[in-house]
C-alpha cells in the first residue's frame, strides 16, 4: 500500500506541477486567456497561480508542508474555478460544456487536495 500511496502522490502533485510549469512556459499566452475572462493584472496573475500549482505539486509529491501544499492547491482552486469556469453564462453549448467540465474537474480536484489533509503524516518516502 505504501507503493500505490506513493503513485498517488506523484499523478496528483505531478499535474499540478505540470501545470505550474506550464503556467510560466506558455506565460503570454495564459496571461491573454485570463485577460479575456477579466482577470486583472493577468501576467502576475499567471505567475503567481503558477507559483501555486508548482510548489503545492511539489509538496504532495515530496511529502513536504502538506499541509502548506493543500492551502495553495485549495487557495488556486477556489478561486480559479469561479472566475474562469463560469459555464453558466455560456450560450454556446459546446463550449458550455467545456467550461462546466473543467469547472467540475477542479472542484474534484480539490476535494482531492483536501483528502491528503487526513492522511496521518509524516507520509512515508517523503523527503
Known sequence: ??????????????????????HFRHLSGTAGYAASKGVPYPKLAVAFTGALLLLGGLGIVLGLYVRLAVLLLVVFLIPVTFKMHQYWKIGDPMQKMGEKINFQKNLALAGGAIAYLFITLPWVFSI
Do not use: A, P, T
Not at 2 to 20: A, E, K, P, Q
Open 1 to 22: 500500500m505504501d507503493y500505490l500511496f506513493l503513485v498517488s502522490r506523484i499523478l496528483f502533485g505531478g499535474y499540478f506541477v505540470i501545470n505550474g510549469i506550464n
